[in-house]
C-alpha cells in the first residue's frame, strides 16, 4: 500500500495498533523525544535505558550517521533516489528533507510495517515541488512487494541507495541475508547501500542487557559482530567505503549533530530520566558508550 495508503479508514487503521505490544518504531520514537508511542513503548525504552544509562547514544548518534550518510551520498556522490525501509516515526530531519535540500529532485521512497508510522506518515510526504516522496506500509521480510511497488516512484535503471538503518538486528540470520541479497539484486550499477546495526562487539556486558530487555517483549534481536555485518556487502559484492564497518560514531564525523534547545532548568528536573535524553549533547560519546556499527557500500 503505498501513499494513498493514507487515505484508508481511520477506524481500520486503528484496529491495526496493538497498544499492548511493544513496537521498534515507537521504542526508537521514546528516545528521539518523540510523541507517537504508547505507554508499553515507553515502558520499554525505560527498561532499556536502566538496563544501559547511555543507551540514548546509540538511538542518538545512529540517527545522526543517517544524516551524515544521506548528505554523503547526495553531496558526494550524486545520489538522487532513496528508498529507506524500517523507516521509523517521522522526525527531523527525514531522510527527503536532507537528499531535498542538496537535490531538489530527488525521490525517496519510505516503508514501514507499523500502522502508527503509516497514522504520521503524511509528515514524511512533504516533498519539495520539484522531488516526490511516497510511503509503503509493507515489511522488510516482503522484498518483492517493496520492490515492486517502489518502482511506481523510483527509476530501477539509475542508482538507488537503499538505507536499512537499525533494522537488520529485528531479523534472523538467514533470512536477512536473503532479504538483502534480493533487494541488490534488483539495484542498478552505481546504487548505495546504507547499513547501521547493533552489535556486542564493542560493550556486550550494556547491550546483552539491553537486549534482554528487548527480547523478555517479544522481540527478534540478533547482535551481530563486525565480520557479520561487513557480509551484507562482501556477500553482494559491495565496495565498502572508507572507513569500512566502524562504530556509528567513528563514521566520518563532522560534529554537527543537532544539539537540542535547551528547556528551563526547574521544568527538566522535573522530567523522568528518559524524557531528559532528548536534551544531551551527544558529542560527549565515547567508545565505552556505542554499540552499533555503521557502513556504506556501492554496487560496481
Known amino acids: 500500500m503505498s501513499g494513498d495508503a493514507l487515505s484508508q479508514d481511520p477506524v481500520a487503521l486503528q ?8 513496537h521498534p518504531a515507537r521504542v526508537y520514537d521514546v528516545f528521539l523525544g518523540g510523541k507517537d508511542h504508547y505507554p508499553v513503548d515507553r515502558r520499554a525504552a525505560a527498561a532499556a535505558l536502566a538496563a544501559n544509562p547511555r543507551g540514548y547514544l546509540d538511538v542518538r548518534h545512529n540517527r545522526d550517521f543517517l544524516r551524515r550518510a544521506v548528505t554523503e551520498l547526495a553531496a558526494g556522490d550524486g545520489i538522487r533516489q532513496f528508498l529507506d525501509i524500517g523507516t521509523g516515526l517521522p522526525t527531523a530531519e527525514n531522510v527527503h528533507q536532507i537528499a531535498q535540500r542538496i537535490h531538489p529532485d530527488s525521490r525517496v521512497v519510505y516503508v514501514d510495517n507499523d500502522p502508527v508510522v503509516l497514522a504520521h506518515a503524511r509528515a514524511l510526504l512533504t516533498s519539495g515541488p520539484e522531488g516526490r516522496t511516497d510511503y509503503l506500509d509493507a515489511d522488510l521480510t516482503d522484498p518483492a512487494r517493496i520492490l515492486q511497488e517502489a518502482a511506481g516512484l523510483l527509476d530501477f535503471d539509475r542508482p538507488i541507495a537503499l538505507c536499512l538503518v537499525a533494522v537488520l538486528h529485528f531479523v534472523e540470520d538467514a533470512e536477512a541475508h536473503a532479504i538483502v541479497r534480493e533487494l541488490l539484486d534488483a539495484l542498478p550499477s552505481g546504487s548505495r547501500l546504507v547499513v547501521s546495526h547493533l552489535t556486542e562487539d564493542l560493550n556486550p556486558e550494556n547491550v546483552r542487557a539491553v537486549q534482554r530487555t528487548y527480547t523478555e517483549r517479544g522481540f527478534t534481536f540478533v547482535l551481530r559482530s563486525k565480520a557479520e555485518v561487513e557480509r551484507f556487502f562482501t556477500d553482494n559484492a559491495l565496495d565498502l567505503a572508507d572507513p569500512g564497518v566502524v562504530p556509528a560514531h567513528r563514521w566520518r564525523p563532522d560534529h ?33 558508550d556505542i554499540n552499533v556499527y555503521a557502513a556504506l557500500g556501492a554496487k560496481p
Open 15 to 22: 484496529r491495526r495498533i496493538d497498544t499492548t505490544k511493544a
Open 256 to 288: 554537527a549533530a543537532p544539539v537540542p534547545e535547551q528547556p528551563d532548568a526547574t521544568y527538566l528536573a522535573t522530567l523522568d530520566d528518559i524524557d531528559k535524553v532528548r536534551y544531551r549533547d551527544i558529542d560527549d560519546a565515547t567508545d565505552a
